[in-house]
């Protein structure tokens, strides 16, 4: 089994979409909110996190494709 070590997390307090490899806290580069995360805990008390990725650059990959997404949805 490879490791999904790059995270893609969305921020529960303004929704923003950011890559992380830690699997303890998180940090909004946007609002700056930090947030624990439980890896274990399948409640959804902490971070929302959206899929995982071998490599910063697919975590990257899948940003921005769910990023158009969401802008196309606005349109
Ligand atoms: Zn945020």
């Known amino acids: 089994m490879a490791l999904l070590r790059f995270k893609v997390i969305q921020c529960p307090s303004c929704g923003h979409v950011q890559s992380s490899q830690s699997n303890t ?6 609002c700056g909110k930090s947030r624990k995360m439980n890896p274990k805990s399948k409640l959804g ?23 158009q997404k969401k802008v196309e949805g606005f349109l």
């Open 25 to 30: 806290t998180f940090k909004c580069f946007r």
């Open 45 to 67: 008390l902490g971070v929302k996190i959206l899929a995982s990725f071998e490599s910063g650059i697919q975590a990257a990959q899948f940003i921005q494709a769910y990023q």
